[in-house]
């Protein structure tokens, strides 16, 4: 693995364990995350308080799927799910393109869609 995919799987295992420290560990101080259909945040006291999300209620289990490197950008897709505060419990799959800047995520893009049927829908 390369120092980004280190990197990035580093940020995953965080937020697996709602480790704050760790995730911001693995930020810039500019970091800009969009959740596509959702929000757009900059800067990693923003970042920090997003982390846990309103209507969720603990760390989210995530697979990786595959992950792929081509210059600074890592893209991952995964699967999920995160129990919400209502106890139900949203599956997902979901498409994460996380462009690097000397090791660490500067940018975060991500496409989170909603599973109720099966793994595809």
Excluded at 3 to 29: K, M, P, W
Excluded at 54 to 82: C, H, I, K, S, Y
Aim: charged share 30%; proline share 4%; with cysteine.
């Amino acid at each position: 693995m390369s120092r980004n995919t280190d990197t990035v799987e580093t940020y995953l295992d965080g937020f697996r364990r709602n480790d704050h420290a760790q995730i911001l560990s693995c930020l810039t101080d500019d970091i800009e995350w969009t959740v596509f259909g959702a929000f757009r945040l900059k800067g990693k006291q923003a970042y920090d308080e997003a982390i846990d999300g309103p209507g969720f209620a603990g760390p989210p289990r995530l697979e990786v799927v595959r992950m792929v490197e081509q210059g600074d950008v890592v893209m991952a897709e995964l699967t999920g799910t995160a129990p919400r505060d209502s106890g139900a419990e949203l599956r997902m799959s979901m498409a994460e393109v996380f462009v690097m800047r000397d090791g660490k995520i500067a940018e975060r893009r991500a496409w989170v869609i909603p599973l109720a049927d099966n793994e595809h829908r």
